[in-house]
């Protein structure tokens, strides 16, 4: 079973930025590791469904990101680290949530139907 521990999440002043990390550990029940496997970043605010933020291929060759976080935030990955990062800048008071890690979707990267999640990470932006 691949293992995803969320970190970095906090509080901090709009305009601000926060950078996340998922560390990934194990592997899927096909014997993938987290090198081969596509992530992606969710959040969740409450009240609110589960929405895509970001996500990024394995070989980190194609990046995704949902209209609301483009130009403010960006995916990347060490697979050498087994780690996914995500970095928030220019933070507003609506991206406070939630934020999940997710490996290896099933039906596309922004629908949140992923085979494993994190436990998330509080992200909360004050005005």
């Known amino acids: 079973q691949v293992q995803l521990v969320e970190s970095g999440g906090g509080l901090v002043q709009a305009g601000g930025s926060l950078r996340l990390s998922c560390a990934a550990s194990?592997?899927?029940?096909?014997?993938?590791?987290?090198?081969?496997?596509?992530m992606g970043w969710f959040r969740q605010a409450p009240g609110k469904e589960r929405e895509f933020v970001s996500a990024?291929?394995?070989?980190?060759?194609?990046?995704y990101y949902a209209d609301s976080v483009k130009g403010r935030f960006a995916i990347s990955r060490d697979n050498a680290k087994n780690t996914v990062y995500l970095q928030m800048n220019s933070l507003k008071p609506e991206d406070t949530a939630v934020y999940y890690c997710a490996a290896s979707p099933l039906r596309g990267y922004e629908v949140p139907e992923y085979d494993y999640w994190g436990q998330g990470t509080q992200v909360t932006v004050s005005s």
């Open positions: 194990g592997h899927t029940v096909s014997g993938r590791t987290f090198s081969t496997i596509d």
């Open positions: 990024i291929r394995w070989s980190s060759s194609r990046t």
